[in-house]
C-alpha cells in the first residue's frame, strides 16, 4: 500500500491485527506518539513488544473483529472515514502513476521494473487463476509493487526475514493443493541456486509451475551496501555468474526460456506456460549499482 505511511502519520488509533512491531514499522516509531495502539494476537508474548499497547486482545483475530464488530452494533457506534480515505486514494493513485512511468524502459540489459510489467501485462492476458510465489530480495521487492494480488492467498513470499529458498517448496504445495490455478515462481537469481533443483520434484510429479528469475549476477540487496561501505574494489561474495538456469530446468525434464530484450519476455512466458511441464523464464536485467533512491530494498 503505497499511501501507508501517509495514513499511519495522521491517525489517532491504529489496530495492530498479527502485525509485529519489527523494523516493518519501525519498531513503533511509525505510529504517532499520542495514538492509541490496539494489539491484536494469537500470542500473548508478542503483545507490547517494542511499543507498549493500550489494549490487547489474545486470541483468535477473526473472533476478536467479530466480537469489535459486535459491539459497535450494541452502541450504536458509526464510524465514516470517507473523506479521509478518498484522500488516501489520491494519494494511492498519484503513487501508482509515478511507478508506471517508469515501467516502459527498451534498455537492456532489461529494467527490472519492465520485466515485472510485461509479466503483469502477461497475467492479465490469461484465463489463468494465478498463485504468485515471491523468492529473492530486489526483484520481489519490485514485483511487489507492480504486481496485482487479486484476493487472499494470491501471493506468498519469504516473509520479513528474508528467508530464501522457499519458491519451489511453496508452489509445489500450492500446485498439489490447487491443480486448477497457475503456480508462479517469481525469482532472483542467487535464491533460485537455493532450491531450483526441486524442479526435479515438479518434474517427477507432473506440477506445471512457472517460474520466472531476474537475473542479473549479483546478491544485490548484499552487493550495494558492501560496494558503497568498502568501495566496488572490495566486493566479496556478492557477484554471481549469468548462469543459464533455464537450461538447468531443461536438463531436469523441464522447459527453458533464455530472454535478453523486453519484447521476448511475453512470447516466452507463453511458451513456457502452453508447455505443460514445469518451466522457467530465464531474463538478463539490469544489474543496479545505486545504493539509494532506488526502488529496491
Known amino acids: 500500500n503505497r499511501s501507508r505511511r501517509d495514513a499511519l502519520s495522521k491517525s489517532d488509533c491504529v489496530i495492530l491485527a498479527g502485525t509485529l512491531l519489527d523494523f516493518r514499522m519501525r519498531f513503533g516509531q511509525s505510529i504517532p506518539e499520542d495514538a492509541t495502539i490496539i494489539q491484536l494476537d494469537m500470542d500473548a508474548t508478542l503483545i507490547g513488544q517494542n511499543r507498549a499497547s493500550d489494549v490487547a486482545l489474545v486470541g483468535n483475530l477473526a473472533c476478536s473483529f467479530d466480537l469489535l464488530l459486535e459491539e459497535l452494533k450494541h452502541t450504536g457506534t458509526q464510524l465514516d472515514y470517507s473523506s479521509w480515505r478518498d484522500e488516501l486514494r489520491e494519494i494511492e493513485a498519484a503513487a501508482a502513476e509515478k511507478v508506471e512511468a517508469n515501467l516502459n524502459s527498451d534498455e ?31 526483484i520481489v521487492a519490485t ?68 517460474g520466472i528469475v531476474g537475473n542479473d549476477g549479483a546478491w544485490g540487496q548484499m552487493m550495494r551496501p558492501q560496494g558503497a561501505v568498502y568501495g566496488w574494489d572490495r566486493l566479496q561474495g556478492t557477484i554471481l ?17 533464455f530472454v535478453e530484450h523486453p519484447e521476448e519476455i511475453r512470447p516466452a512466458l507463453d511458451r513456457a506456460a502452453n508447455s505443460g511441464k514445469p518451466a522457467l523464464v530465464n531474463v538478463i536485467i539490469r544489474q543496479d549499482r545505486e545504493y539509494k533512491g532506488g526502488i529496491y530494498v
Open 143 to 210: 514485483a511487489a509493487k507492480i504486481l496485482p494480488v487479486p484476493r487472499e492467498g494470491a501471493w506468498m513470499d519469504p516473509g520479513p526475514l528474508g528467508t530464501l529458498g522457499v519458491g519451489m517448496p511453496f508452489a509445489l504445495a500450492a500446485q498439489a493443493s490447487h491443480p486448477d490455478k497457475r503456480v508462479m515462481i517469481v525469482y532472483g537469481d542467487g535464491s533460485f541456486g537455493l532450491n531450483g533443483f526441486e524442479y526435479d520434484t515438479a518434474v517427477r510429479h507432473d506440477l506445471p509451475i512457472l
Open 108 to 138: 537492456v540489459p532489461i529494467d527490472p521494473q519492465r520485466m515485472c510489467r510485461e509479466l503483469r501485462d502477461w497475467m492479465a492476458e490469461r484465463s489463468d487463476e494465478f498463485i504468485t510465489i515471491g523468492d529473492g530480495g530486489d
Open 241 to 257: 555468474n549469468y548462469t543459464r538456469y533455464d537450461q538447468v530446468v531443461e536438463a531436469l525434464g523441464g522447459h527453458g526460456e
